[in-house]
T-cell receptor
Framework: AQSVTQLGSHVSVSEGALVLLRCNYSSSVPPYLFWYVQYPNQGLQLLLKYTSAATLVKGINGFEAEFKKSETSFHLTKPSAHMSDAAEYFCAVSLTGANNLFFGTGTRLTVIP | KAGVTQTPRYLIKTRGQQVTLSCSPISGHRSVSWYQQTPGQGLQFLFEYFSETQRNKGNFPGRFSGRQFSNSRSEMNVSTLELGDSALYLC????WGAGAYEQYFGPGTRLTVT
């Protein structure tokens, strides 16, 4: 079985500060991992994905994530937060790249001016 | 390319009624997945269709069903609506082949059951 745990349902950072959103996964086989962002009243937008290639994955809007097998983690980072980053972020896992994603409970990011 | 479109965007139904939601995938995409998003349960996978066949199914009761047409458009149906079915229903499409792992989501249909 596979699952995802996102630590911290709410994270607040100051504008310009480092963004770190945590995600740990559980999977019996090598997983495919994703980070999605959701703005109010919108669907989900893919930020980045890990599909067993490079462990450091760069995504859109300056976000990146590092796959650490030993820690079963896939944390999302951005060096400098921008006001437009305020949104809800979801980590997701799937097996063998199948199109049935298992999502974490989400982390709401607030950026303080 | 136009993105994933979902209709209607908002819907209000009464308990016991049934509802049909529609999803048009990105042109050329053959896989359509449906998800339910609620404050209590979060995002949960409902089912996936590929080439008019259900390929994967989540853990939802039989009241939830779907289908896919030859043009890849998909519909999902919920019969005998319950208050707990109030949710944002998201549709996602994916191509088949290289980059098949990437799903593109529509804006969702917000269903309110009263």
């Amino acid at each position: 079985a596979q699952s995802v745990t996102q630590l911290g349902s709410h994270v607040s950072v100051s504008e310009g500060a480092l963004v770190l959103l945590r995600c740990n996964y559980s999977s019996s086989v090598p997983p495919y991992l994703f980070w999605y962002v959701q703005y109010p009243n919108q669907g989900l937008q893919l930020l980045l994905k890990y599909t067993s290639a490079a462990t450091l994955v760069k995504g859109i809007n300056g976000f990146e994530a590092e796959f650490k097998k030993s820690e079963t983690s896939f944390h999302l980072t951005k060096p400098s937060a921008h006001m437009s980053d305020a949104a809800e972020y979801f980590c997701a896992v799937s097996l063998t790249g199948a199109n049935n994603l298992f999502f974490g409970t989400g982390t709401r990011l607030t950026v303080i001016p | 390319k136009a993105g994933v479109t979902q209709t209607p965007r908002y819907l209000i139904k009464t308990r016991g009624q049934q509802v049909t939601l529609s999803c048009s995938p990105i042109s050329g995409h053959r896989s359509v997945s449906w998800y339910q998003q609620t404050p209590g349960q979060g995002l949960q996978f409902l089912f996936e269709y590929f080439s008019e066949t259900q390929r994967n199914k989540g853990n939802f009761p039989g009241r939830f069903s779907g289908r896919q047409f030859s043009n890849s458009r998909s519909e999902m149906n919920v019969s005998t609506l319950e208050l707990g079915d109030s949710a944002l229903y998201l549709c996602a499409s994916s191509a088949w082949g290289a980059g098949a792992y990437e799903q593109y989501f529509g804006p969702g249909t917000r269903l309110t059951v009263t």
